[in-house]
T-cell receptor, first 110, second 113 residues
Framework: SQQGEEDPQALSIQEGENATMNCSYK?????LQWYRQNSGRGLVHLIL?????REKHSGRLRVTLDTSKKSSSLLITASRAADTASYFC??????????FGTGTRLTVIP | SQTIHQWPATLVQPVGSPLSLECTVE??????LYWYRQAAGRGLQLLFY??????ISSEVPQNLSASRPQDRQFILSSKKLLLSDSGFYLC????????????FGPGTRLLVL
């Protein structure tokens, strides 16, 4: 299966701390995406990193990709209570679809 | 700008009853469309995707079906719901294939009793 797996499954931190989530996958990819889901809502795209990129930034988000280890990490710096959500990585499942991981549930305590 | 709509937002149905969930997209043409199911606290399971009108690919065999009668309309159906069909159903669209970002609707929470 191409499905990504996030680690840890759950993460609880204090506001202001950094949060790091990891994603591992099994086969070669062209890109990897990270999504966020607030409880009971749809997913929102955060960032896409291509296989020839090693690091990408967007605001307080930093994503790294190590294709040799088939892994990616999402770092949220200076976390806020509003960052509380589930975070998913997604990789190509075929020509037209994505495989989503099981997600990391992040809780940021005010 | 593009928007995606799903309805209803919440649905409670008895076992054995039929189901019809609708998803429509505005502001784009010929999108790829997707139906996912998410069990409580779990990841997304791809159910169906469509690259064009009348073209449906099924990822998981089950008692659900999908149809795309119009370019920007995607319907998820069942003739007889099972208890195991309960979950959060998400529709999404993208401009292309697996290399592209997917944009999700707000979801439909289905409870089968």
């Amino acid at each position: 299966s191409q499905q990504g797996e996030e680690d840890p499954q759950a993460l609880s931190i204090q506001e202001g701390e950094n949060a790091t989530m990891n994603c591992s996958y099994k086969t070669s990819i062209n890109n990897l995406q990270w999504y966020r889901q607030n409880s009971g809502r749809g997913l929102v795209h955060l960032i896409l990193i291509r296989s020839n990129e090693r690091e990408k930034h967007s605001g307080r988000l930093r994503v790294t990709l190590d294709t040799s280890k088939k892994s990616s990490s999402l770092l949220i710096t200076a976390s806020r209570a509003a960052d509380t959500a589930s975070y998913f990585c997604a990789t190509e499942g075929g020509a037209n679809n994505l495989f989503f991981g099981t997600g990391t549930r992040l809780t940021v305590i005010p | 700008s593009q928007t995606i709509h799903q309805w209803p937002a919440t649905l409670v149905q008895p076992v054995g009853s039929p189901l019809s969930l609708e998803c429509t997209v505005e502001g784009t043409s010929n999108p790829n469309l997707y139906w996912y199911r998410q069990a409580a606290g779990r990841g997304l399971q791809l159910l169906f995707y469509s690259v064009g009108i009348g073209q449906i690919s099924s990822e998981v065999p089950q008692n659900l079906s999908a149809s795309r009668p119009q370019d920007r309309q995607f319907i998820l159906s069942s003739k007889k719901l099972l208890l195991s069909d309960s979950g959060f159903y998400l529709c999404a669209w993208s401009v292309g294939g697996a290399r592209e970002t997917q944009y999700f609707g707000p979801g439909t929470r289905l409870l089968v009793l």
